[in-house]
């Protein structure tokens, strides 16, 4: 391994320690490595027992249907839990910026992670609230590789961001 792919898997494992819930440990690369290997397939296994995932809302904006934060988690958590896998979601507060970091938790590792920011310190709470349940949901199907909205082939994203994509 060259030296700078090195330095960049030990910035990853720093990281990864900085990064993790209470109580979970992230462990040495080998021992990683036997641990993620179970993680993977415990996961595989319970991805092919999740339920079907209800559209039980409706964007008033859109008019488009989606599944809540519950619905999604009635559909997957029992699978996950049968394989022993959890999940969980953290706010983290780095500087002004807030962001929702994911985690998917099997046998004490955190072996699968998402985050989004959803805004600054000085965001009003309710708005702050709302995009802290829209971000806990996109990372929590993002890491569950489920569909819990339909999909318009980007065209909200488009119209929304014809003058300014970024």
Same mark, same amino acid.
């Given at each position: 391994?060259?030296?700078?792919?090195? *330095?960049?898997?030990?910035?990853? /494992?720093?990281?990864?320690? &900085?990064? @993790?819930?209470? =109580?979970?440990?992230? +462990?040495?690369?080998?021992?990683?490595?036997?641990?993620?290997?179970?993680?993977?397939?415990?996961?595989?296994?319970?991805?092919?027992?999740?339920?079907?995932?209800?559209?039980?809302?409706?964007?008033?904006?859109?008019?488009?249907?989606?599944?809540?934060?519950?619905?999604?988690?009635?559909?997957?958590?029992? *699978?996950?839990?049968?394989?022993? /896998?959890?999940?969980?979601? &953290?706010? @983290?507060?780095? =500087?002004?910026?807030? +962001?929702?970091?994911?985690?998917?938790?099997?046998?004490?590792?955190?072996?699968?992670?998402?985050?989004?920011?959803?805004?600054?310190?000085?965001?009003?709470?309710?708005?702050?609230?709302?995009?802290?349940?829209?971000?806990?949901?996109?990372?929590?199907?993002?890491?569950?590789?489920?569909?819990?909205?339909?999909?318009?082939?980007?065209?909200?994203?488009?119209?929304?961001?014809?003058?300014?994509?970024?």
């Amino acid at each position: 391994m060259s030296s700078k792919a090195s *330095a960049a898997v030990e910035r990853q /494992i720093e990281e990864d320690r &900085r990064d @993790v819930p209470p =109580g979970v440990e992230v +462990t040495e690369e080998a021992e990683r490595g036997e641990r993620f290997a179970a993680a993977c397939a415990a996961f595989v296994k319970a991805q092919a027992e999740f339920g079907p995932i209800t559209f039980d809302k409706t964007n008033p904006h859109f008019k488009s249907r989606y599944a809540s934060l519950a619905a999604i988690q009635k559909a997957t958590l029992p *699978a996950l839990n049968r394989h022993g /896998i959890a999940h969980t979601s &953290r706010t @983290v507060i780095d =500087g002004d910026t807030i +962001t929702v970091k994911t985690y998917l938790l099997h046998n004490g590792i955190a072996f699968v992670k998402a985050s989004w920011p959803v805004g600054k310190t000085s965001t009003p709470p309710q708005q702050l609230g709302s995009a802290l349940t829209y971000a806990r949901r996109y990372t929590l199907q993002s890491i569950l590789g489920v569909a819990a909205d339909e999909d318009d082939d980007g065209n909200a994203a488009q119209t929304a961001n014809a003058a300014d994509p970024f």
